[in-house]
């Protein structure tokens, strides 16, 4: 059974945001990745991770992971 509760929601996406926070705010190096920005656009998004990671991977490989983002499988996000 989901939980549908707007305010436990909303209390849930606040503390995710700061753990994100605190974890950003401890790493030396890191590339950011919003889930948003993965669904909307992958190809820049998994280009971005590519990059970062120094990875040299194939037109098959990139293709692959592009097409293994489901946009429609997104989820509920309420704005805070």
Same mark, same amino acid.
Request: hydrophobic share 30%.
């Given at each position: 059974? *989901?939980?549908?509760?707007?305010? &436990? @929601? ?7 945001? &700061?753990? %994100?926070?605190?974890?950003?705010? &401890? ?5 950011? @990745? ?8 992958? *190809? !820049?998004?998994?280009? !971005?991770?590519? #990059?970062?990671?120094?990875? %040299?991977?194939?037109? *098959?490989?990139?293709? !692959?992971? @592009?097409?293994? @983002? *489901?946009? #429609?499988?997104?989820?509920? !996000?309420?704005?805070?």
């Amino acid at each position: 059974e *989901k939980n549908t509760d707007p305010q &436990k @929601i909303e209390d849930h996406q606040r503390w995710l945001e &700061k753990g %994100k926070q605190e974890i950003l705010d &401890k790493a030396n190096s890191c590339v950011t @990745i919003e889930y948003a920005d993965l669904l909307s656009d992958p *190809k !820049k998004e998994i280009e !971005k991770m590519v #990059n970062f990671l120094s990875l %040299k991977p194939s037109s *098959k490989q990139m293709d !692959k992971a @592009i097409n293994y @983002i *489901k946009p #429609n499988m997104r989820h509920v !996000k309420l704005d805070v």
